[in-house]
């Protein structure tokens, strides 16, 4: 390095006199020569160490690549038909999605690089860490399911919350649904002569035999079928507002709602029975989703009756 950092010392110095002669300005003083070589030197030096610096990047950067792809191919993420791979997706399809996969990770948990061994720290994730993350996301087909598993690890592991912003959620949903699992009326009341005035106002009085045989074949035949509604949601900047539902008879249902770290909570109490919705948001895919479960308190004079199940909505 010491010739040639000679040589640009040499060249700096006839240039710089080249140029002074032609503007008619005097030559050099050996103070401003040692200036001259001076800069050329802290120049040549700086250049040098980056190209080290930049060297053993490219040489960390291939170590790490060769890992991550050692453990693609010992776990099979390579192979045709496995980890949800379409038949047709050709290996440089795969590696590609691979690559993004494990890129997306790095971005989403603020780390920088892929590291050796396991678990992870401020810096790094481990290449043991990412084989369990990936599988875990190549095995679940349904996206929004696929992103809700994602956002709750990275939620209990790193302590970081995927969600969309609040106001995204706000307005008329496009699609959303209930399922009743699960319900419990109680025992069977006893049959009893009822006035005409009980005759007309039966309600859901579950301490009605009638009433209670009727709305228990109901739920019978509804249970484990789709239930379509409406849903709207209205939430401020803190999250707060109000959930909507309307039932295929009409009837609408507002709702005391809150939206907090990804998730959606919304209850209210009415006669002495309640209903409470709770469901994790997902933008999977670019569309927003919801998915959780709901309770409903039906108010009775000797049991708590009640029915639970799932629901889900997308935006």
């Known amino acids: 390095m010491g010739g040639a950092a000679r040589q640009l010392e040499i060249e700096a110095i006839a240039a710089q006199e080249k140029v002074r002669k032609e503007a008619g300005m005097p030559a050099l003083t050996d103070q401003e020569k040692e200036k001259l070589r001076t800069m050329v030197h802290k120049d040549l030096k700086n250049q040098f160490e980056q190209r080290v610096k930049t060297d053993a990047e490219i040489e960390k950067k ?6 991550i792809m050692e453990m ?3 776990s099979g993420f390579l192979e045709k038909g496995r980890w949800g791979w379409e038949k047709g997706y050709e290996l440089e399809q795969r590696l590609d999605i691979l690559t993004h996969f494990k890129d997306k990770l790095l971005k989403d ?46 939620k209990k592991e790193f302590g970081i919350v995927l969600a969309p912003k609040a106001e995204l959620l706000n307005g008329q949903w496009s699609s959303a649904s209930i399922i009743i699992e699960e319900f419990d009326l109680g025992p069977a009341p006893a049959a009893k002569e009822k006035t005409s005035d ?44 109000t959930l909507n539902i309307t039932g295929e008879d009409g009837e609408k249902t507002n709702l005391a709602a809150s939206y907090k770290e990804g998730n959606v909570t919304a209850s209210m109490t009415q006669g002495g029975g309640s209903i409470s919705f709770s469901g994790m948001v997902s933008d999977a895919g670019g569309g927003i989703s919801i998915k959780g479960t709901f309770r409903y308190e039906i108010p009775t004079e000797s049991y708590n009756a009640w029915i639970k199940g799932t629901w889900t909505a997308k935006k």
């Open 62 to 67: 291939k170590v790490e690549f060769d890992m």
């Open 72 to 74: 693609y191919k010992s």
């Open 109 to 154: 948990t603020g780390r920088a690089f892929i590291k050796n061994g396991t678990g992870h720290n401020k810096e790094g994730i481990s290449v043991d860490e990412l084989k369990m993350i990936a599988m875990n996301w190549f095995s679940i087909t349904d996206p929004a399911e696929r992103q809700r598993k994602y956002a709750e690890y990275l």
């Open 198 to 241: 009980e005759k007309e106002g039966i309600g859901c009085d579950l301490t009605d035999l009638d009433v209670y045989n009727m709305m228990k074949a109901q739920l019978e035949k509804q249970k484990g079928n789709s239930l379509p509604v409406k849903m709207g949601l209205l939430l401020n900047s803190d999250g707060a507002g």
